[in-house]
């Protein structure tokens, strides 16, 4: 596929395949120590040339794929048609974690799945599993903040029903949006953003770490869990620390080690959201897998999600 001259076009095939290179590249270390991955690759440039064949995504790529799929679809996330396209993705070897498998697995049979994911994680999951996926919706909805927060929690309900779950997801999205829009980087202005969009002190009070961070050796400051507090402001703080440099973004948390696919899937959407597809590592662009939903799947999907976004656009502002 020819590199596309159009900016915002650029930016929503950035934003997938970013996606996609961090949670591949991320998931060849999950669960690693931070020391282990350095032990073995001392730079930024060692680690991006590490892959030499096909690399392939995990659920989060997989759950975000379904996500834009509604969305394009329908214009705006319908649960049921939402559980409807993770079923029909599902592929279980991708990494899903358990809890993640059983509520899969009840919507695949018709279960209530919000009773089996009640039972794994009663009170609600909190963690990164709405907001590994919620890119696609920071994208459609990059204009209006309202739907954009509304649409956020809705793609989270089926699997993540705690408030900080969900609050990941916004976060996340709202994140996607503001990058999909600012160059140059104002990195001030986007971190005071986010932290005037936080309802949790708790966010606030990360996001608010994450704005006084100045070197990437304090990111592990912020956390390398699957929680999604332990893991959004850092993939943010990643992006904002090194926004020139999509190679940088998505290294600088796989080194954290932990959850290490879903740090760099975040990382890496909101660096594509940014830089566009033409700023990715165009090395790793070209070894994103090509099954019947890789590289090429990811970048048609990307371009009818703008398709969708342009139509509601021109509906709202008729004379634009
Ligand atoms: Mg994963």
């Not at 954290?256 to 959201?273: E, F, I, N, R």
Request: charged fraction near 20%; hydrophobic fraction near 40%; charge should be negative.
């Amino acid at each position: 596929m020819s590199p596309s001259s159009d900016p915002l076009q650029d930016r929503f095939r950035g934003c997938l395949l970013g996606l996609a290179i961090g949670d591949a590249l991320g998931g060849k270390f999950e669960a690693q120590s931070a020391d282990g991955i350095r032990a073995r690759f001392p730079s930024v440039e060692a680690l991006i040339a590490y892959p030499q064949d096909e690399i392939w995504y995990t659920d989060d790529t997989q759950m975000a794929i379904g996500v834009a799929e509604t969305l394009v679809e329908h214009g705006a996330i319908i649960e049921d048609q939402l559980c409807k396209a993770f079923v029909a993705n599902y592929v279980p070897s991708r990494g899903y974690g358990r809890g993640a498998r059983a509520v899969l697995e009840a919507m695949e049979e018709g279960r209530d799945y919000r009773q089996v994911a009640e039972q794994y994680f009663p009170g609600g999951s909190y963690g990164n599993g709405a907001a590994m996926r919620v890119a696609p919706v920071g994208l459609l909805f990059r204009d209006d903040r309202a739907a954009l927060q509304e649409q956020a929690r809705l793609s989270a309900l089926p699997t993540h029903l705690h408030p900080l779950g969900i609050e990941g997801a916004q976060l996340l999205a709202l994140g996607v949006a503001l990058c999909s829009q600012s160059k140059p980087f104002d990195r001030a202005a986007f971190l005071r953003e986010l932290v005037a969009a936080c309802t949790s002190d708790a966010y606030r009070t990360r996001l608010e770490l994450a704005s006084r961070l100045e070197k990437v050796d304090d990111l592990g400051q912020l956390g390398n869990r699957i929680e999604a507090l332990d893991s959004v402001p850092t993939a943010i703080a990643s992006f904002a620390l090194t926004p020139e440099s999509f190679a940088s973004t998505i290294a600088n948390v796989i080194f954290l080690g932990g959850d290490t696919d879903t740090l760099a899937a975040m990382a890496g959407a909101l660096s594509g959201a940014y830089l566009g597809a033409s700023g990715l590592a165009q090395r790793l662009v070209n070894l994103i897998e090509t099954s019947p939903k890789g590289r090429t799947y990811l970048i048609e999907l990307a371009d009818r999600l703008l398709t969708v976004y342009r139509e509601r656009h021109a509906i709202k502002q008729p004379h634009q």
